[in-house]
């Protein structure tokens, strides 16, 4: 049968809001997350990351908050632009020792200007 | 610094051929990762390689294999093509795997005919 594509849940902001785009991952286990912006045609761009010794960590423009009860990340984007429309995804990396990345269904956020 | 290098960006195989695909990673790092990205599935992890060896494959078939050059280029190869494996094929790059930033290329366009 056809396969059916992951329907991504959608923010829509705009342009100058604060968005707030949440994630859940999967294992307790997990000690390191980073938050990818991937575009149309292109591969994934680094945002930011944090450990798991951490409940918070700011970039320019973005903070990443970390609830290791719910497994809860969320990315914060402050003063949101139309440049920064993209799919978002959260990774967790399963095992500290190798490069593994699980990564969520992501969501696509729209800016209008 | 030059980031993640992927070749081909395009390509398009009939059932049954293999193909082999090229990553270049950011100069200085030396853990490589595959990642197949399917509108179905998402992103899910094939392998990565680290210094030559092959430290952790992800769930897909023995089709489905790898290598690492001793300048860390990494190369990865599907044999005997079936249609399901028409995707986006990513690599990342990093450091030294484990908790560290990875970063991904343009990707490869794989198309099944």
């Known amino acids: 049968g056809e396969s059916v594509g992951l329907h991504l849940p959608t923010l829509s902001v705009q342009e100058g809001d604060n968005s707030i785009i949440n994630c859940a991952y999967s294992?307790?286990?997990?000690?390191?997350f980073i938050w990818y912006k991937q575009e149309s045609g292109k591969g994934p761009q680094f945002i930011i990351d944090i450990r798991s010794n951490m409940d918070k960590r700011q970039g320019q423009r973005v903070t990443v908050l970390l609830n290791k009860t719910v497994k809860h990340l969320s990315l914060q984007i402050a003063a949101t632009q139309p440049g920064d429309s993209a799919v978002y995804f959260c990774?967790?990396?399963?095992?500290?020792?190798?490069?593994?990345?699980?990564f969520g269904k992501g969501t696509m956020l729209l800016v209008s200007p | 610094k030059a980031g993640v290098t992927q070749t081909p960006r395009y390509l398009i195989k009939t059932r049954g051929q293999q193909v082999t695909l090229s990553c270049s990673p950011i100069?200085?790092?030396?853990?490589v990762s595959w990642y197949q990205q399917t509108p179905g599935q998402g992103l899910q992890f094939l392998f990565e390689?680290?210094?030559?060896?092959?430290?952790n494959k992800g769930n897909f078939p023995g089709r489905f294999s790898g290598r690492q050059f001793s300048n860390s280029r990494s190369e990865m190869n599907v044999s005997t093509l079936e249609l399901g494996d028409s995707a986006l094929y990513l690599c990342a790059s990093s450091f030294s795997g484990g908790n560290t930033e990875a970063f991904f290329g343009q990707g490869t366009r794989l198309t099944v005919v």
């Open positions: 294992n307790s286990a997990s000690d390191y």
């Open positions: 100069s200085g790092h030396r853990s």
């Open positions: 390689y680290f210094s030559e060896t092959q430290r």
């Open positions: 990774a967790e990396n399963l095992n500290s020792g190798y490069s593994t990345l699980t």
